[in-house]
């Protein structure tokens, strides 16, 4: 069974910054990719980055400019900065992680407030 464990949430001012990291208990080059996601009271859980094998990384058009996902392979982690946070990025932060197959994997989250 695959864990991931997310950490680096907390509360921050608007304008703030933070860095996520979720830590995997396999290799993270064994994953097709790895993403963040976020869910927010009353609203769905929405894809906020994404970062492939191959490297190349992927965002949702809210964030642009403001996060960076990358990885560490020796760590088996991928990281979440957080930049020019706003208050509608206060959500739960989720890491996900996509097998090959149709199989993917989920962490516990971690909660990110923005106070304005």
């Known amino acids: 069974q695959v864990q991931l464990v997310e950490s680096g949430g907390g509360l921050v001012q608007t304008g703030g910054s933070l860095r996520l990291s979720c830590a995997a208990s396999?290799?993270?080059?064994?994953?097709?990719?790895v993403a963040w996601y976020r869910q927010a009271p009353g609203i769905q859980r929405e894809l906020v980055a994404s970062?492939?094998?191959?490297?190349?990384?992927y965002y949702k058009d809210f964030v642009q400019g403001r996060f960076t996902i990358s990885r560490d392979n020796a760590k088996d982690t991928v990281y979440l900065q957080m930049n020019s946070l706003k208050f509608e990025d206060t959500a739960v932060y989720y890491c996900?992680?996509?097998?090959?197959?149709?199989?993917?994997?989920w962490g516990q989250g971690t909660q990110v407030t923005v106070s304005s």
């Open positions: 996900n992680a996509k097998d090959w197959g149709p199989n993917d994997h």
């Open positions: 396999r290799s993270i080059l064994s994953f097709s990719a």
């Open positions: 970062i492939a094998r191959s490297g190349n990384s």
